[in-house]
Each structure stands twice: as structure tokens, then as C-alpha cells.
């Protein structure tokens, strides 16, 4: 067995009231210390206020491969760009 | 779509002397805009008036499809009925946002699907009324998402983040709802005679199901004063719905139709039109499931929930199986 320590994605709040977003990875021997080894790594200039940990293996991913699939479908669906409506300027804002 | 009529928890606001430590640090957060999360400590009262609020919201998303839905096979070309189909699919989705923003209060998706089913939790009064012809989906998306975005704009700035977030992503996506309405519903007022007269009997029928959205006058309401206190309200009911009709009347004008309202007008000194108030007997008698459509909007939701049980249940049944394969598999 190896004795390596597992890799942690490490999600930030940058300020209140944002998402967590992906700002990149860390290895920690658990939760507790993935949290901290977090704020040491990535919050040393105040860049948070809350910290995401999810081990690496959890992390569901679409498969690039599969790009074509699945993002393409809605390139021809301009019907549901509001910009896609003629409205008249008289009318104010809509 | 959204919340009307939440009954707030607790009984008035506090007084910094009568609140504890906890909520007074809790008021001071909200008073400085900074947004609360799930895992922050809150009043109990304020969790709960969340649920009620986000979950009605969430419901009348979904309750919201059937009206809608109702057309989609009989849209006048293929172009409309992509539109609708887009349109229809996208309040599937604010309803899912909605209810993962509920479920972050502690409380679980079916259990809120329940409350729904067993009539203990609304959806807007609004669904209630029939879509009879086509120029009728032109007046849901111009005067229903209309009256919506009225309440969902200040809602992006509400103090709870998780409902916050998915207002911003709602707010986003309903822009295309109102246009796609309005642009439906200018090509019958710009059509023949009988798509012109169709299109102002619709107008006829949802101008005051519209002002009904935003529920009776709380200008007095010590309940709407608490959740103003917490931003989870921003607006009173009246502020809104007076931006409503000022929005919303210039916009009949244009298409030629006519507000069925004899009393609408201008009024100079006050910058504002001075409009007639709903029929609020018809509005509570609505809620109390009086409505022309109440029965056949809860009886679908029923069939929905019953029918796809099988479903719900052998997909999970299916995804434990093999999740213990694969553990027997590594053991």
C-alpha cells in the first residue's frame, strides 16, 4: 500500500455572497487538514472568506470527448437569447 | 413566478433590546449586507419563513409549466413551439434551482413535494387561470414574467446567499420569457382583425390575475416589516405593483390595446398612473382553491408525482445495486 496522501480540490468564497470556485488542488491526510493546509495555500492575501475541500477522487467530470455531444445542441437554439426579439425602443426597457 | 402571501415566523420585529446576542449579531450582518449562508447560525424564525417563501416560489415554477404546456403541441409554427418548449423547459429549471436552495435550510425536496401535494404549501394564484387561446401565452410571458422580474430583481439582493445566487441566475434567463411574450403577443395585435381581438381579450384576462401577483396592500403588515428587517423582502407589495402597471401600461399603448381598466390614468403630480385595484375576493377566493383552474393544476402535479414513483424508485434501486457490486468487486 502506498503511503501517499490523497489530493484535495479546493473551492473558495472570494467575498460574501459569491459561489465557491475551483481555485486548485492540495495533498492532505484528511478533511480537517485540507481545510487548513487551504487557508495556508490559498488564503494568505485575505482571498476568502469560506473554503471548499473535496477529495479528488470524488469529483464527477464530463468527458472532453464529449464536447461535440453535448454543448453543441444548444448553439442553434438562439431563440433563447433575449437579444434573439425585436423590441421596439419605445416600449423601455425589457 | 414567485412567493405571495408568505405568512412570516414570529409575531413583529424585535427591538435590539429584546433580541438575543445571537440575533442582534445576526441583524447587524444583514443590516451591513453581508449575505448569510447555510451553515451560519440564524433565527429560527427566519429559517423557517425561508422555506415557506423559496418553496412557494419553487412550486409555482413548476406549477407554472402546465398553463404553459398546455400549447406547446398547438404553437402556429415550428418556431413558436421551439420557443415554447425552451421557454417551458427553463421554469423546470428555476424550479430545480429554487428547490436546492430550499433544501440548503434543512428541509428535503420530496418532503416539500408533499406539502405541496397535501395543500399545506401554495403556488402563486396566477396558475390558476386558463391559457384559452395562443395570444394567451403572449400575455403570460409579457404581463406574468413581467410582474415576476418586478419581484425577482430586488429578490438577487436578498440577504440568504443560496437564494440570492439562484435569483441572479433566474433573473438572467426570464429576460428571454418577457420578450418572447411580448414579441408573441405583437404579432397578433399586429395581425388580422381576429388575432387583434384575440390578443386584447387575453390582455382582458390577465391584467388583474397580473396585479394579484404581487398579493393584497402589507404597507401595514407587521409580518412583511420582519421580513423586510431580514431583506428577504424588499419592496412592499403596493411599490411593486405600481412599477408594474407604469412598466407595463406604455407597452399596451404601443401595441394598440387597450388596459381594461376606466380608471387608469396619469396622474402628474404623483409621476405615476393611478390604476383600479383587483377584485381581492376573487384573489382569496382563488387561494382558498376556488380558482377556475386549482383542481386540474393539483391533479396533475398528483398524477405527475404517482406516475413517476416507479421511476424515482427502481433508478435508485438500480444505482445501489451497482454501487454494491462495484464495493464487492474491490473487496
Known amino acids: 500500500m502506498k503511503n501517499e496522501w490523497p489530493l484535495w480540490e479546493v473551492f473558495i468564497r472570494g467575498q460574501h455572497g459569491m459561489s465557491h470556485r475551483h481555485v486548485g488542488s492540495l495533498h492532505a491526510p484528511d478533511a480537517e487538514m485540507a481545510i487548513k493546509n487551504a487557508r495556508d495555500v490559498y488564503t494568505r492575501r485575505n482571498e476568502g472568506v469560506s473554503i471548499w475541500v473535496v477529495e479528488a477522487k470524488n469529483v464527477v467530470a464530463s468527458s472532453p470527448s464529449d464536447k461535440g455531444p453535448l454543448y453543441e445542441p444548444s448553439q442553434s437554439k438562439v431563440y433563447r437569447h433575449p437579444t434573439f426579439y425585436d423590441i421596439p425602443d419605445d416600449v423601455g426597457a425589457m | ?331
Not at chain 2, 434551482?97 to 404549501?121: F, N, P, Q, V, W
Not at chain 2, 403570460?140 to 430586488?154: F, R
Not at chain 2, 393584497?216 to 420582519?226: G, I, L, N, T
Not at chain 2, 382569496?284 to 383552474?293: A, D, L, M, R, S
Request: net charge neutral; with cysteine.
Open chain 2, 1 to 331: 413566478m414567485y412567493a405571495q402571501m408568505i405568512k412570516t415566523a414570529g409575531t413583529s420585529v424585535k427591538s435590539r433590546e429584546e433580541m438575543t446576542e445571537d440575533e442582534r449579531k445576526f441583524q447587524d450582518r444583514i443590516d451591513a449586507d453581508e449575505k448569510i449562508e447555510p451553515k451560519d447560525w440564524m433565527p429560527d424564525d427566519y429559517r423557517a419563513t425561508l422555506i415557506r417563501q423559496i418553496g412557494q416560489h419553487a412550486h409555482s415554477e413548476i406549477v407554472g409549466q402546465l398553463p404553459e404546456g398546455n400549447w406547446i403541441t398547438r404553437a402556429p409554427t415550428l418556431q413558436r413551439k421551439a420557443i415554447l418548449l425552451a421557454k417551458v423547459q427553463d421554469e423546470a429549471g428555476h424550479g430545480l434551482y429554487l428547490y436546492c436552495a430550499a433544501e440548503t435550510l434543512g428541509i428535503s425536496r420530496d418532503e416539500l413535494t408533499e406539502d405541496l401535494l397535501s395543500g399545506k404549501m401554495k403556488y402563486s394564484s396566477i396558475f390558476n387561470y386558463p391559457t384559452l387561446t395562443w395570444a394567451d401565452i403572449g400575455a403570460v410571458g409579457w404581463l406574468v414574467d413581467g410582474a415576476a422580474i418586478m419581484n425577482q430583481v430586488p429578490l438577487q439582493r436578498t440577504s440568504y446567499g443560496p437564494y440570492s445566487r439562484a435569483m441572479i441566475r433566474i433573473c438572467k434567463e426570464e429576460s428571454f420569457h418577457q420578450r418572447q411574450g411580448y414579441d408573441l403577443i405583437r404579432a397578433c395585435a399586429e395581425g388580422t382583425p381576429a388575432q387583434r381581438k384575440m390578443a386584447q381579450d387575453a390582455l382582458n384576462r390577465f391584467w388583474y390575475p397580473s396585479l394579484m401577483m404581487f398579493g393584497p396592500s402589507d404597507k401595514d403588515s407587521v409580518h412583511s416589516a420582519q421580513s423586510m428587517a431580514w431583506k428577504i423582502k424588499i419592496n412592499t407589495n403596493d411599490e411593486l405593483r405600481q412599477k408594474f402597471v407604469d412598466q407595463t401600461v406604455p407597452q399596451a399603448e404601443y401595441l394598440g390595446l387597450t388596459v381594461p381598466d376606466p380608471d387608469l390614468k396619469w396622474n402628474e403630480e404623483r409621476g405615476h398612473y393611478d390604476f383600479s385595484q383587483p377584485d381581492w375576493k376573487e384573489f382569496f377566493n382563488v387561494i382558498k382553491g376556488n380558482g377556475p383552474c386549482n383542481v386540474d393544476r393539483m391533479t396533475a402535479r398528483r398524477k405527475a408525482w404517482d406516475d413517476g414513483k416507479w421511476v424515482r424508485d427502481g433508478l435508485l434501486a438500480h444505482a445501489r445495486k451497482k454501487a454494491a457490486a462495484k464495493a464487492a468487486a474491490a473487496a
